[in-house]
């Protein structure tokens, strides 16, 4: 919820500067504002729903928009791509931080906390329509996920940032449009995450079940705490990273595997048992040295200011080094503080 409210300040933020005749400096558009905009008008209202179900037609609308960001992702990689410079050993498979990144992914891919408000939700609940879902819900999150992350690490390389669309430049009016998609379809999959927290405090506090007036305090109580900490953060690299070491690892590989052995009456040397052994050690570890790498070595953020290659009157890209081009990034951003 907290890398939901973050993605919809820095996004928004960007598309409302370009409408014409607007302040860029304008309180009203700034990323607080807009957090706490969304929060009121969207994010609680959708919240307050009791049945997972009512937001149906809200996850097809997302579903959609998230085709046309991906749609506009892959032009822009075509067409910005080439003219972007490439870091040192951009193409290697795997550094130090990778386990960083295997926490992000988890973090993507993880839907463990939804699964029973969904299969509740369904009309007629049955394993075998279950099994259906999960498997082409992941398959096409999967290859979402793929097309993204080599788009955008294919344009924009070591300069790729924890929220792509902080990279490109605010000028560019198809990506201020996908920038809009996108702000939209966060708002609308906020709620889902909303009922999956409320859900579970209404299990550990309540006895799984809230009254009319507890259902709306439960629910505005996580809504203003969610606000306020992302009020506070202005970095999704490091949300998405924390988010996934300390969250998704143990709902992932942790809790299944431990819940498995645990409760599984097959033989040591059974396959699946096997498995299980070795999802927990790997749970473990990512979730113990993503968390050291996280605070150690936190991901970059250009924190609202523009990359260097969206002032073209300030840089050639022809015949120059990468090392120049970081050079002249930190000449820039000075620069630009200074105006402001």
Known sequence: MIS???????????????????????????????IVLST???????????????LGKISFISTILTTLILGIVMARAVSLGPHIPKTEDAWVFAKSNAIQAVGVMSFAFICHHNCFLVYGSLEEPTVAKWSRIIHVSVLISVVISVLFATCGYWTFTGFTQGDLFENYCRNDDLVTFGRFCYGVTVILTYPIECFVTREVIANVFFGGSLSTTFHVIVTAVVTVVATLVSLLIDCLGIVLELNGVLCAAPLIFIIPSACYLKLSEEPRTNA??????????????????????AIAHPQDCTHGQEMFYCF??????????VSHFQLTTQLSILNISTFQ
Not at 10 to 23: A, C, E
Not at 272 to 293: N, Q
Not at 312 to 321: G, M, R, V
């Open 4 to 34: 939901y409210n973050i993605i919809t300040g820095d996004t928004l933020s960007k598309v409302f500067q370009r409408i014409p005749g607007v302040d860029p400096g304008n309180v009203l558009i700034g990323r607080h504002f807009i």
């Open 40 to 54: 009121v008008a969207f994010n609680l209202p959708l919240s307050l729903y009791r049945d997972i179900a009512k």
């Open 272 to 293: 699946d048992k096997i498995m299980s052994c070795v999802m927990l050690l790997m749970g473990f570890v990512v979730m113990a040295v993503g968390f050291v790498m």
């Open 312 to 321: 073209p009157d300030n840089f050639s890209f022809t015949n120059i080094s």
